[in-house]
């Protein structure tokens, strides 16, 4: 079975600091892992996405993640924030084939604050 | 750019009524899904959708569940009779990769 654990349920941070997100999982097969941002009342955005070649994979808007295979980890972080980054980040498995199902991880609220 | 589109946003039912819950997946995906969310809570897997047969469902996805794809373009997820514990946000979701549609939220009364 696979798991997800985000073990910072919120993260509060000042605007234009570095964030990082913690994601760790557990998976007996091999895994795809994806980071996902749900803004208040919307519906669930894919961030980035790793699933195979270069561990370090990044999105268009500066954040980056890296799978870590031996910690079995996939932080996100962002060098500096801005406040319109302030969501409901989830991170999430599948595997081993890309279209099984995801496993979410219970999220983590970044708060960005001016 | 390609998305996942859900009707409605918002349904609101009786507790025991049949709600239907429609989902217009990415023209060439192949594989589907829904996922639902109570308020406050972890996303969870409900059920997944190939080739016109269920793949892989959960268990919180009981008889009271069923998917279908009608007519080759709608995914729909049906509740035979809704209870006050499947009030959440429902999502579905096509792959690959897998994108997300903006979700019904469910308030079963």
């Known amino acids: 079975a696979q798991s997800v654990t985000q073990l910072d349920s919120q993260v509060p941070v000042f605007e234009e600091a570095p964030v990082e997100l913690r994601c760790n999982y557990s998976s007996s097969v091999s895994v795809y892992l994806f980071w996902y941002v749900q803004y208040p009342n919307q519906g669930l955005q894919l961030l980035l996405k790793y699933l195979s070649g270069s561990t370090l994979v990044e999105s268009i808007n500066g954040f980056e993640a890296e799978f870590n295979k031996s910690q079995t980890s996939f932080h996100l972080r962002k060098p500096s924030v801005h406040i319109s980054d302030t969501a409901e980040y989830f991170c999430?498995?599948?595997?081993?084939?890309?279209?099984?199902?995801?496993?979410f991880g219970t999220g983590t609220r970044l708060q960005v604050f001016p | 750019e390609p998305e996942v589109t859900q009707t409605p946003s918002h349904q609101v039912t009786q507790m025991g009524q049949e709600v239907i819950l429609r989902c217009v997946p990415i023209?060439?995906?192949?594989?589907f899904y829904w996922y639902r969310q109570i308020l406050g809570q972890k996303v969870e897997f409900l059920v997944s959708?190939?080739?016109?047969?269920?793949?892989?469902k959960s268990e919180i996805f009981d008889d009271q569940f069923s998917v279908e794809r009608p007519d080759g373009s709608n995914f729909t997820l049906k509740i035979r009779s809704t209870k006050l514990e499947d009030s959440a946000m429902y999502f579905c979701a096509s792959s690959e990769p897998t994108l997300f549609g903006q979700g019904t939220r469910l308030t079963v009364v």
């Open positions: 959708f190939y080739n016109n047969e269920i793949s892989e």
């Open positions: 023209s060439n995906h192949l594989y």
């Open positions: 999430a498995v599948s595997g081993p084939y890309n279209t099984d199902k995801l496993i």
